[in-house]
């Protein structure tokens, strides 16, 4: 017997120690490579690992049978427990592969019991001590059997070679050393069947679960709302019927090798190659995108990509999900036209236009805007409708964009406002071209079916950057000049000026203030003076007051009423003013009687829409009697303007006034529509000679028009009041022409209410309180 073998028969065994050693290790590691390429396969490691230890035993064995003295303790124990590990892999194995995987509890408790049965082994010696563990895999082999009884044909055969495998390991013991050869070769067939029939169980189960796996995915993929498309370089091996839908595709086998190309914009092909190429190399784990493709028939379609690597068919492959978003994309595309151009002309509307400006002022380019706004369309609308009026609107919006397409960009503002914008170096030759060619398109007639009609338009121009570098400011600007324009009969052109603008702010700033002043009653009132002048040598006897109104501005100070009154009446908000001035002169008259005993009267001017209130004349009674103030002390003042333009009802308002005794006067006398017909028809009692006619005395032609007025209003038993007298000449000619009655800066300016009381106070300690009551 040699150093690692035994001689029978005849025979040397040593040649096949080593074969077993070479098979053990090949079958172990054949098993390990199937199961890294399918871990799910777990019975595979287990026995692979039992094999790899077994190529450990085999020489172990011989070692241990030629061992002259016998193995120590030590060395015995070793061989003892990974004959134990062994026989546990392999019922591991055999356990997942039964599908009846051990627990980590009851792989703990295996474990247990084998260390211990190898301990217990170990007094035995060579070689009872590792005829148990022969024994125990025979057991082992069974009991796997009767697991893989109703598995399929290839675990049943990997269940019988292991049983006979632990059978054929008793031949040693049993029959002896001379049957080791023929235990041998046994044993290297017997693992090269368990191996191959383990392997083939594998492959068939790993076919299975890509079967189930592609079934599965199939099932989710055909019945989703969503494409699902696997692609390798441009072949396309899958695609669901939601993607063949989307593309408009009967079968995969339409699919042309082309089809990038078919589906993708130019653009995109190349990119779209390396984003695959990227995906399948494993160099991105996942891609979004969205754009836009096409049908197999050309139909443009917006859709929406997400794409990762997967294994297909055993090699790296694209798996794409698409999502149509072509309606929704249509649909947002329809909102943001709408929300930029106009419903009715189809031109892009003001926040189109604010886009573009922006957009040119963020280039610093040069660029003309020009607004245009048609002449007394608000009139045309009431004379021939509101539909005409859109006809109108869509004729003019076609004319002007096809005329000056290339030219300039056409958009509609709304109501009857256009904007035209012309990109241009030389904004403003471009602007005066663009204005020219609009006057020659609107020197024809706009034709409608069986009409025809002129229209004239007011034109406001702003240029970038001359007259704003934002777009904001240009529009401004641009209004602000349009605005100014339509004080220009026909059609007209105006170009931005800096004081057009502040004008327009200013108002509007008025207006907004106003209100704010009304709230904290920022105003108060000043009363000027009214003398009767009987001669030169005497002096002259107050009358009365006129009660002025101030707003004590916080920021700007005492305005005068030039300054806010056009804003008041503008807004409405003259209603709320001259009940707060009447409130006020009523208040301060009622004080004055009750420091003085005594007042004058005083006259309050009232706005057309306060006179022509229904509720106005019961207002003012009602003032009256919660101040106690006889009426005789109140006199009213009305323009001309609300007496020509409501005649009738002004004629109601001011009778009722009088019936009370409450006086009222035409103020402003002889600069509008004064007439005699309409003196003799209001029933008044007092006209006021507009400063404007006192100014030129005492010139003879001012004198006459003066003298003419006062005899007028003799025949017609009217006071007369002459105002804005500033000099002893204006004075006397007037006194000479018949009007003895006046108020002006030569005898006081609007006073505040201390001053107008101690004025009040000379007057009735002087004169024993002389004034003027006719009824």
Request: net charge neutral.
């Amino acid at each position: 017997m040699g150093a690692i073998g035994r001689r029978g028969a005849g025979v040397t065994v040593e040649p096949l120690y080593i074969a077993n050693t070479a098979v053990c290790l090949g079958c172990g590691a054949a098993l390990l490579l199937a199961w890294r390429r399918d871990h799910e396969q777990a019975f595979l490691r287990m026995v692979g690992l039992a094999f790899l230890l077994h190529a450990l035993l085999s020489p172990a064995y011989a070692l241990m049978l030629a061992s002259q003295p016998p193995l120590d303790r030590l060395a015995l124990g070793v061989l003892l427990l990974v004959a134990m590990l062994s026989a546990g892999l392999v019922l591991m194995g055999v356990a997942y592969l039964a599908e009846r995987p051990l627990s980590r509890r009851e792989q703990r408790i295996g474990l247990a019991v084998l260390l211990a049965g190898a301990l217990v082994l170990l007094p035995l010696g060579v070689p009872g001590a590792l005829v148990v563990p022969a024994l125990l895999n025979v057991v082992l082999g069974v009991a796997a059997l009767a697991w893989l009884w109703r598995r399929g044909s290839a675990e049943l055969l990997s269940g019988v070679l292991l049983v006979l495998l632990a059978l054929n390991a008793l031949q040693v013991f049993v029959l002896g050393p001379a049957a080791t050869e023929r235990q041998l070769v046994l044993a290297m067939l017997l693992r090269l069947g368990v191996a191959l029939a383990l392997l083939h169980a594998a492959g068939r189960r790993s076919a299975q679960a890509s079967q189930i796996a592609r079934e599965r995915f199939e099932r989710l993929t055909e019945h989703s709302h969503q494409g699902v498309a696997v692609i390798r370089g441009e072949q396309m091996l899958y695609a669901n019927p939601a993607l063949l839908r989307i593309y408009g595709l009967a079968s995969l086998d339409q699919v042309r090798t082309s089809w990038r190309d078919d589906t993708m914009p130019e653009a995109e092909r190349a990119e779209g190659r390396a984003r695959h190429r990227r995906l399948v190399a494993g160099e991105s784990e996942r891609e979004d995108w969205t754009g836009q493709r096409f049908r197999f028939d050309g139909t443009p379609i917006r859709l929406r990509f997400s794409a990762w690597r997967i294994d297909w068919d055993g090699e790296s492959a694209e798996q794409v999900i698409v999502t149509d978003e072509t309606a929704q994309h249509d649909a947002t595309t329809a909102l943001l036209h709408q929300a930029t151009h106009d419903e009715l002309t189809g031109l892009p509307n003001r926040s189109a236009l604010l886009a573009r400006l922006r957009e040119l002022c963020a280039a610093d380019a040069g660029f003309a805007l020009l607004l245009l706004d048609v002449d007394r369309f608000k009139l045309f609308n009431e004379a021939h409708g509101p539909s005409l009026g859109d006809a109108v609107l869509r004729a003019l919006a076609e004319r002007l964009a096809q005329a000056l397409r290339g030219e300039a960009e056409t958009m509609r503002l709304g109501e009857d406002e256009f904007a035209l914008l012309a990109p241009a170096d030389d904004a403003e030759r471009a602007a005066h071209a663009l204005a020219l060619r609009v006057r020659e398109l609107l020197g024809h007639p706009l034709a409608l079916p069986g009409q025809e009609f002129f229209l004239d338009v007011s034109m406001g121009v702003a240029l970038h950057p001359a007259h704003g570098r934002g777009a904001e400011a240009l529009l401004r600007a641009a209004n602000a000049a349009m605005h100014e324009a339509k004080s220009v009969p026909g059609t007209s052109l105006q170009f931005a000026e800096e004081r057009f603008e502040r004008g327009s702010g200013v108002t509007l700033l008025a207006e907004q203030a106003l209100r704010a002043g009304l709230r904290d009653e920022q105003f108060s009132l000043v009363y000027q003076p009214k003398v009767e002048v009987r001669s030169a040598a005497r002096p002259p006897v107050l009358v009365g007051f006129e009660a002025l109104v101030r707003w004590d501005h916080p920021v700007s100070g005492r305005m005068s009423p030039l300054e806010f009154v056009p804003a008041s009446e503008r807004t409405g908000m003259v209603r709320a003013l001259g009940a707060l001035i009447l409130e006020r002169a009523c208040a301060q008259l009622a004080r004055w009687r009750a420091d003085y005993g005594h007042a004058v009267p005083v006259a309050v001017n009232v706005s057309p829409l306060q006179l022509l209130d229904p509720g106005f004349v019961d207002e003012v009674l009602a003032l009256l009697a919660r101040h106690a103030v006889p009426a005789a002390l109140l006199s009213l003042e009305i323009t001309e303007s609300v007496a020509v333009t409501h005649m009738e009802q002004a004629r109601g308002r001011i009778a009722r006034l009088r019936a009370h005794g409450i006086e009222v006067a035409l103020d402003d006398f002889g600069t509008g529509f004064s007439s005699l017909n309409m003196l003799r028809s209001l029933p008044l009692r007092t006209v006021k000679i507009d400063r404007s006619l006192v100014e030129p005395l005492p010139a003879p032609d001012a004198t006459a028009v003066v003298k003419a007025i006062c005899d007028l209003a003799a025949t017609l038993d009217l006071d007369v009041i002459a105002e804005g007298v500033e000099t002893a000449a204006q004075s006397e000619a007037l006194r000479a022409a018949g009007c003895s009655v006046m108020q002006g800066y030569l005898y006081a300016r609007p006073l505040a209410p201390a001053e107008a009381a101690r004025w009040l106070d000379r007057a009735g300690a002087a004169a024993g309180v002389a004034f003027r009551l006719r009824g």
